[in-house]
């Protein structure tokens, strides 16, 4: 079923009756020539570029809670491209141009919606460093503006730009970021890859891969044994885990990153909102609430909630630049688990073991990746070669001493 | 989080920086001969299991101790603190 005004009309006119389920719930078969362990946003994009662009069939996607239940539900929104490696750069563009056609390509809603993400800078220095950013991204064909308090007072005055402390001096705006609906997107991408053959299996967990001389041949479930032509490992959070069971030791820790929601007000807030002086950063959802978050927590682990601590940091940062955030009531905090990498970067790659694919390590910027990663992650598993955007994302480039380390921290993953 | 300091008594989390595993504390021996791979292993690969975790908090605003923590990393619940020295010691490893 295809959506279209007309479609809209005529159900309108017959009580809503006709619509069928956005994705077909199916049941395991025996043998699928591609299993994508991990039903979230990438997982679900990586199943539907590898049938759309890559031609090929026969691809399960298992997923061992509900679709939308893990990061693709949990995260703020934002999407965006203002990174500055060489490594990163071409990749994160590649993805902001397929969120601009991501609607028309799927044939759904997915409120994409390019309101710009502006990064405030308080610093001398920080201008600095901003404008060679904006540089690297204009060299890379992304687009970059730098804004002056002035500027930045017209679209935005309440900012507090006067503050004693952390006087607002500028800032980098990316006028094509912006925010997308992100439960849109896992049903999206499910809807239009399960339109095109692929089976979307929720409610089952891998609780084994089956590897027989260095070669993976299948995983078993908690809804029995799936054997696999290739299988590719999608799980951002729980990498660590599932990797485990394939005997391997990830460059990856997991932390728990949390986010806010404020109660609805009218719209107030255009755009994004970057802090540069603290971790906090703030958009509005279209119902009015707030979304906001800022650092890990900062510790390992799978709780999916975290802790007091982080809580008022990220408000103490959200009250230097928007006092008026003073008086408002927090609707819901929650928390969701990241693959924190060793440079803060990506792996895309192959594994050590035949058959078997490796997609984690996002760090807290997963979702705005999410149509490049299921593209290159497809790219990868239908031609065994990387895609020209993501041949950084390498296990060895560890020892070899290529890190992809936007922010210069080295290999302590709680400081990216 | 409360961390029960062997030496302070229970202090807030906040108080603390967090390092990682506690296996950090077992740094390779530059000069073997396995020395580059135990070196790749021991800066950049993580065991990060669900469940109880040995791991490495710095008392930074406190009194400057390195501690042994050993925390379920789903339910946060902390179940034994010691003072890194004294678990490298056990080892034989420090004085």
Same mark, same amino acid.
């Given at each position: 079923?295809?959506?279209?005004?007309?479609?809209?009309?005529?159900? $309108?006119?017959?009580?809503?009756?006709?619509?069928?389920?956005?994705?077909?719930?199916?049941?395991?078969?025996?043998?699928?020539?591609?299993?994508?362990?991990?039903?979230?946003?990438?997982?679900?994009?990586?199943?539907?570029?590898?049938?759309?662009?890559?031609?090929?069939?026969?691809?399960?996607?298992?997923?061992?809670?509900?679709?939308?239940?893990?990061? %693709?539900?949990?995260?703020?929104?934002?999407?965006?491209?203002?990174?500055?490696?060489?490594?990163?750069?071409?990749?994160?563009?590649?993805?902001?141009?397929?969120? #601009?056609? !991501?609607?028309?390509?799927?044939?759904?809603?997915?409120?994409?919606?390019?309101?710009?993400? !502006?990064?405030?800078?308080?610093?001398?220095?920080? &201008?600095?460093?901003?404008?060679?950013?904006?540089?690297?991204?204009? !060299?890379?064909?992304?687009?970059?503006?730098?804004? *002056?308090?002035?500027?930045?007072?017209?679209?935005?005055?309440? !900012?507090?730009?006067?503050?004693?402390?952390?006087?607002?001096?500028?800032?980098?705006?990316?006028? &094509?970021?912006?925010?997308?609906?992100?439960?849109?997107?896992?049903?999206?991408?499910?809807?239009?890859?399960? &339109?095109?053959?692929?089976?979307?299996?929720?409610?089952? #967990?891998?609780?084994?891969?089956?590897?027989?001389?260095?070669?993976?041949?299948?995983?078993?479930? *908690?809804?029995?044994?799936?054997?696999?032509?290739?299988?590719?490992?999608?799980?951002?959070?729980?990498?660590?885990? %599932?990797?485990?069971?394939?005997?391997?030791?990830?460059?990856?820790?997991?932390?728990?990153?949390?986010?806010?929601?404020?109660?609805?007000?009218?719209?107030?807030?255009?755009?994004?909102?970057?802090?540069?002086?603290?971790?906090?950063?703030?958009?509005?959802?279209?119902?009015?609430?707030?979304?906001?978050?800022?650092?890990?927590?900062?510790?390992?682990?799978?709780?999916?909630?975290?802790?007091?601590?982080?809580?008022?940091?990220?408000?103490?940062?959200?009250?230097?630049?928007?006092?008026?955030?003073?008086?408002?009531?927090?609707?819901?905090?929650?928390?969701?688990?990241?693959?924190?990498?060793?440079?803060?970067?990506?792996?895309?790659?192959?594994?050590?073991?035949?058959?078997?694919?490796?997609?984690?390590?996002?760090?807290?910027?997963?979702?705005?990746?999410?149509?490049?990663?299921?593209?290159?992650? $497809?790219?990868?598993?239908?031609?065994?070669?990387?895609?020209?955007?993501?041949?950084?994302?390498?296990?060895?480039?560890? #020892?070899?001493?290529?890190?992809?380390?936007?922010?210069?921290?080295?290999?302590?993953?709680?400081?990216? | 989080?409360?961390?029960?300091?062997?030496?302070?008594?229970?202090?807030?989390?906040?108080? =603390?920086?967090?390092?990682?595993?506690?296996?950090?504390?077992?740094?390779?021996?530059?000069?073997?001969?396995?020395?580059?791979?135990? =070196?790749?292993?021991?800066?950049?690969?993580?065991?990060?299991?669900?469940?109880?975790?040995?791991?490495?908090? =710095?008392?930074?605003?406190?009194?400057?101790?390195?501690?042994?923590?050993?925390?379920?990393?789903?339910?946060?619940?902390?179940?034994?603190?010691?003072?890194?020295?004294?678990?490298?010691?056990?080892?034989?490893?420090?004085?």
């Amino acid at each position: 079923m295809r959506f279209s005004a007309f479609k809209i009309i005529s159900e $309108a006119l017959r009580g809503h009756k006709g619509w069928d389920a956005t994705w077909r719930d199916a049941t395991p078969k025996s043998h699928y020539d591609y299993i994508i362990i991990g039903g979230g946003g990438h997982g679900l994009a990586t199943a539907y570029y590898l049938a759309r662009r890559y031609g090929k069939v026969n691809i399960a996607v298992i997923e061992k809670g509900w679709l939308g239940g893990g990061n %693709v539900g949990r995260n703020t929104t934002i999407i965006r491209s203002n990174y500055m490696l060489n490594g990163n750069e071409p990749f994160y563009e590649l993805s902001l141009q397929l969120w #601009e056609g !991501l609607e028309q390509d799927l044939n759904y809603n997915a409120m994409v919606s390019q309101r710009g993400i !502006l990064n405030l800078f308080h610093t001398d220095a920080q &201008r600095d460093a901003f404008i060679r950013r904006g540089n690297a991204m204009l !060299l890379n064909g992304a687009d970059a503006d730098l804004l *002056t308090t002035a500027q930045i007072k017209s679209r935005y005055p309440f !900012l507090n730009t006067e503050d004693a402390r952390f006087p607002i001096k500028g800032g980098l705006a990316q006028h &094509r970021g912006g925010t997308v609906r992100h439960d849109a997107v896992a049903w999206g991408y499910a809807r239009a890859a399960s &339109r095109l053959g692929v089976d979307i299996i929720q409610n089952c #967990e891998v609780t084994g891969l089956d590897i027989k001389k260095n070669k993976c041949v299948g995983v078993t479930t *908690t809804r029995g044994p799936i054997k696999g032509g290739k299988i590719a490992c999608c799980v951002a959070g729980s990498s660590s885990r %599932v990797m485990a069971m394939a005997g391997m030791r990830l460059p990856i820790e997991s932390h728990v990153l949390q986010a806010f929601v404020s109660e609805g007000l009218k719209p107030l807030i255009p755009g994004v909102i970057t802090f540069g002086a603290g971790h906090f950063y703030c958009s509005q959802s279209d119902k009015g609430g707030l979304v906001f978050g800022g650092d890990i927590d900062g510790y390992n682990s799978y709780a999916q909630r975290g802790n007091l601590p982080v809580v008022e940091d990220v408000c103490e940062g959200g009250m230097a630049i928007l006092p008026n955030l003073g008086r408002l009531r927090l609707l819901r905090m929650w928390g969701g688990i990241m693959d924190m990498s060793m440079d803060g970067s990506p792996i895309i790659d192959k594994t050590p073991i035949e058959n078997l694919y490796f997609n984690g390590g996002w760090c807290y910027g997963g979702f705005k990746a999410t149509p490049a990663s299921g593209l290159c992650y $497809a790219h990868l598993l239908a031609t065994d070669t990387p895609h020209e955007t993501a041949t950084a994302y390498r296990f060895d480039r560890f #020892e070899k001493g290529l890190m992809i380390d936007e922010k210069g921290q080295g290999n302590q993953p709680n400081l990216h | 989080m409360i961390i029960n300091h062997p030496l302070l008594g229970p202090r807030d989390a906040a108080e =603390f920086t967090y390092l990682g595993d506690a296996s950090l504390i077992d740094r390779p021996d530059g000069m073997a001969d396995n020395a580059l791979p135990a =070196f790749i292993d021991y800066g950049y690969l993580r065991d990060n299991n669900a469940g109880e975790h040995r791991e490495l908090w =710095f008392h930074e605003q406190g009194d400057r101790s390195w501690l042994v923590v050993t925390r379920h990393t789903v339910t946060h619940e902390i179940t034994n603190v010691e003072l890194a020295s004294d678990v490298a010691r056990k080892r034989g490893r420090s004085k």
